[in-house]
């Protein structure tokens, strides 16, 4: 007899249309509107960061720009390269299919550090600026991208007996798994929750490095403590200790640690001086 569960046949489409004037059919997937609005609410919170610190709505939707691309570049190339390279690299025209699914967080991690970095360049502002204040918005993010996948029925856990566990109907499951989505989505906001209310508590003022490095020790260790519990990706992760996501999240943890570290030890007058420089910037840019 199987243990108490919740049967998730949930059609991952929103809208499906076959005969739509002009483009023929039309189909609207929950994932792609969950990672549309993780981008709208994105948007809005930095209009509130962003007038809080007295800089323009111009570099905000230059902002914008290099996180899509970052993200979306960085999401497939990850997966492509991480977990499934010769499959790829023997067909590289389907690397465009997006589509057809297969981005990867750690990559779109590494694609939005990228992206960031030649953002900074441009707008002469310290890395460090934009890396604390953009994850407040990735956490949320975060907890939108593993809502899709959970819609999607995909990204599941290994057999459970606990009454929460769900038997993904789409994907041929027959037995309750862990919704490690939704494990990972509530992680993600909870974080979220916790990067929102240090920034407006202090106004914007405190230690460079502080807020990305909470995110990459907290995102990070929530991801690697889940996938103890996640079905493998790909099969060559069975033989290995780790997964390929916790092996891909120890470089990150690392590194929150190093800035939380770094940030510590900062004398008091950084927070002052990182005030300032926002100042600076933003009277140079004419606001």
Partial sequence: MLPLSIVWDVNPNLISLDQVPVIGQLTVRYYGMLFAAAF???????????????????VLDRLTLYMVIGTIVGARLGHVFFYQPDYYLS????????????????GAAIGIMLALYLFVRKEKKPYLWILDRISI???????????????????????????????????????????????????????FYILYRIYFKTKGSFKPGLLFGLFML????????????????VPFEKTMALNMGQWLSLPFIALGIILLYRAHKLPASAQ????????????????
């Fill in 40 to 58: 709208v609410l994105g948007y809005i919170l930095f209009m509130k960061i962003f007038k809080n610190e007295g800089i323009s709505i111009e």
């Fill in 91 to 106: 067909h590289p025209h389907q690397i465009l299919y997006i589509w057809q699914g297969g981005l990867a967080s750690h």
């Fill in 218 to 233: 907290l995102v990070f260790s929530a991801r690697f403590l889940i996938e103890f519990i996640k079905e493998v990706q």
């Fill in 137 to 191: 918005a990735v956490a949320l993010a975060g907890f939108f991208i593993r809502t899709g996948n959970l819609m999607n029925s995909e990204i599941y856990g290994n057999q459970t007996d606990l009454p929460w566990g769900f038997i993904f109907v789409r994907a041929n499951e027959v037995v309750p798994k862990h919704p490690t989505q939704i494990y990972e989505a509530l992680a993600y906001l909870v974080i």
């Fill in 272 to 287: 002052q001086k990182g005030k300032a420089a926002k100042g600076k910037g933003a009277k140079g840019k004419g606001k």
